[in-house]
């Protein structure tokens, strides 16, 4: 089945298993979602755990943190990442900030889906990868899946959490297919996915990047250890460090622009901790660091070329 | 209905006394801070009739998720002063740690929300909560409180729409003490120096029907007409969402950064009619449940017994620094137990 498949298949299971779980935004009850991953759970649910909200998201974020302290588990879809900015305030004061600023008093077990990144020609307000707006917020948990099995096995480990997740779908992965169990299954969210071993060199990725590195590490033979990090934050050290170890170079593949980005803490994190390990700089490959250009997306985004021209320099560093 | 019967005079008195240990404890945490064992306070001097009003009508079984300024509705609530003020002067007995600055108070268990400081950021939160009551179709209403300059926000109009169009069990309170720090809310006759700028044209009573519901005002220094009305609206809640607007006067400077001499003059001078604590003896006068002599003897009470107790938190010891790291996810991350470390 598809990625919006396996997440709808998610939601289904959550909100059967346990009624305190709600979904609410924008166009999720009727329309089913903007990309169909609510679709049919109204009609299964009912009105009162499928909510169509006014469009605000503000609104939508304060009104799931209130449910969530008051022990309801709300699952809010954001219709567009780049439009969440708007309820921002709510996730850095409000949703992050709850657990500590109290010493758990209060928590936010609370999940927020997103749609994130580019692939649908969306221009500079349909493809934004605001991944460091959330890492860089202490006590949030951020997590994206790669495929239809991950999309749904993180999401349900996401549901069960006791800590505010954000969730953010790439939505260039929306209709890749993959197997997917209809039973319920979780996925442990402190741990990356090593999708395949090798010696030369590691590839650390995740979300929408992933199926062009694998796409482009097959084509060209390259003899490369690829992570999927699933979780960005708290990522998995103890999967990098291991992989790096062996290999002793290390490049580093995101959609979002490379300055101050996961890429720039994955690859201090490297040096401050395996400087000794390496054979040459850590690379990035990533988005370009301009907003994404409507008409020339695919100039922005990380591609084959870039991703091979950065191997070699790695595999031929002396 | 609410009758007058409803309130004896026994809760009367309670509440009047609770009104004077909240002006005696404000002056007295007032001058904590300016001797150096607060590095910040938010006065309270102006506020006492509505909180104590608003803290009388809440029930058990009501939510109230409350602002920065919102000590005597605490109290009044019933939460033992010991809570309340390890909270105020951030001892190790906070429950939070001294996590947060005086008056962000959080008590799950008393059904009290967690103070943010963000001016509005806790009424979306507010529309949440009362959906789940009404999803679990729990006994009791909402009430949030906030100051006038928070009805400039999103984070108003938002919540406000969002609880007219769930029908929430809401009551909206808004504390208009004419001020958001400098900011005139209604220039005319709050004693603003510069009456051209403002927080809103339009009355912020009246702005509850434009999201499908009633606003009324009512006299913040009066707490009896306070606690009548609340009591009212958290009943009527129910059937949907109200706007309370009371009218009272920050007698005080907005916190313990500004000197409000540089934008107004007091038009509520201390002991003046329009004192919520002047206008509450005389209610009570009136109602002859008080007279000068128990005036004089509970504000000698309540003069030694607030001194004792902030002699006593100002002293307490501060919380354990290790305690610092603790709370942030459910599950500890590395990066947290190597930061361990740094904090010696
Ligand atoms: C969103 C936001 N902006 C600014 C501030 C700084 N600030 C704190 S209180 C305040 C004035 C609030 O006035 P009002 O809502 O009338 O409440 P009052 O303090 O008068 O009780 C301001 C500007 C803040 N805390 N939050
Ligand atoms: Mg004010």
């Known amino acids: 089945m598809t990625m919006v498949k396996a997440l709808n298949s998610a939601l289904d299971n959550a909100m059967e298993r346990d009624d305190s779980v709600i979904l ?12 169909r991953v609510t679709d049919g759970l109204l009609n299964k649910y009912g009105k009162e755990r499928v909510i169509d909200t006014p469009l605000a998201e503000l609104g939508i974020m304060g009104f799931g943190i ?4 008051e022990g309801l588990k709300a699952i809010p879809e954001i219709q567009f990442q780049d439009f969440l900015y708007t309820g921002m305030d709510q996730i850095i004061n409000q949703m992050a900030k709850l657990r500590y600023r109290t010493n758990g008093d209060y928590t936010v077990p609370m999940v927020l889906r997103t749609p994130y990144a580019g692939g649908v020609h969306g221009g500079p307000y349909h493809s934004q990868s605001g991944e460091v707006y959330f890492t860089h917020t202490q006590g949030l948990t951020v997590v994206t899946p790669s495929t239809p099995y991950d999309a749904k096995g993180l999401l349900l480990s996401s549901i069960e959490l006791n800590d505010p997740v954000i969730f953010l779908e790439p939505k260039r992965s929306y209709f890749i297919k993959g197997e997917v169990p209809e039973d319920y299954y979780k996925i442990d969210l402190r741990k990356a996915n090593v999708l395949k071993e090798g010696d030369d060199l590691t590839v650390i990725t995740y979300g929408p990047s992933v199926p062009l590195v694998q796409n482009t590490v097959k084509k060209n033979n390259v003899n490369a250890e690829i992570i999927d990090l699933r979780t960005l934050n708290p990522f998995d050290i103890n999967t990098i460090l291991t992989s790096v170890k062996k290999t002793g170079r290390v490049l580093i593949v995101h959609e979002a622009p490379k300055m101050f980005g996961v890429g720039a803490e994955l690859a201090a994190t490297i040096a401050e901790k395996a400087i000794d390990y390496l054979s040459a700089p850590i690379l990035r490959v990533t988005g370009l660091d301009i907003p994404v250009p409507f008409a020339l997306e695919d100039y922005y985004v990380p591609n084959e070329r870039r991703i091979m021209e950065a191997v070699n320099k790695l595999l031929n560093y002396q | 209905m609410i009758e007058k019967t409803d309130i004896s005079k ?13 002006r005696f404890l404000d002056k007295k945490m007032l001058n904590a801070s300016k001797q150096g064992f607060l590095p910040f306070y938010i006065p309270l001097m102006g506020h006492e009739a509505i909180h104590i009003g608003i803290g009388l009508a809440i029930r058990n079984t009501d939510f109230f998720y409350p602002y920065y300024r919102d000590f005597g509705a605490i109290i009044e609530r019933g939460i033992p002063l010991d809570m309340a003020l ?5 001892t190790e007995d906070d429950n939070a740690l001294g996590r947060s600055m005086p008056n962000h108070f959080s008590f799950k268990k008393y059904n009290i929300g967690a103070v943010i400081t963000t001016v509005a950021g806790h009424l979306t939160a507010a529309t949440g909560i009362a959906y789940a009551y009404k999803y679990r179709k729990k006994e009791g209403s909402i009430i949030t409180t906030f100051g006038d300059g928070a009805t400039s926000t999103p984070d108003f109009h938002v919540a406000m729409n969002f609880a007219g169009v769930y029908n929430l069990p809401m009551v909206f309170f808004c504390e208009n003490n004419q001020f958001a720090i400098s900011v005139p809310t209604y220039p005319a006759e709050n004693g603003a120096f510069d009456q051209t700028y403002m927080e809103t044209r339009g009355d912020i009573y009246k702005k509850a029907e434009a999201y499908g519901f009633k606003g009324i005002r009512i006299d913040g220094t009066d707490f009896v007409e306070v606690y009548r009305q609340t009591r009212k609206a958290l009943e009527n809640a129910k059937n949907g969402p109200i706007l309370i607007e009371a009218m009272s006067y920050r007698m005080g400077p907005h916190s313990t950064a500004d000197d409000p001499n540089k934008y107004r003059t007091n038009t509520v001078p201390e002991g003046s009619a329009k004192d919520p604590l002047i206008a509450s003896q005389k209610a009570l006068k009136d109602m002859d449940i008080l007279d000068d002599s128990m005036i004089k003897s509970i504000n000698d009470e309540m003069d030694r017994k607030t001194t004792e107790l902030v002699n006593k938190y100002e002293r307490e010891p501060k919380p354990d620094k290790h305690t610092m790291l603790d709370n942030l996810y459910e599950e500890e991350p590395w990066y947290i137990s190597e930061e361990r470390g740094d904090v010696q």
């Open chain 2, 10 to 22: 026994e809760d009367l008195l309670n509440a009047y006394r609770n009104i004077v240990m909240e």
């Open chain 2, 86 to 90: 390890s909270q105020v002067f951030a």
């Open chain 1, 66 to 69: 209130g449910m969530a302290m």
């Open chain 1, 24 to 35: 609410l935004g924008e166009d999720v009850g009727t329309d089913g979602g903007v990309f």
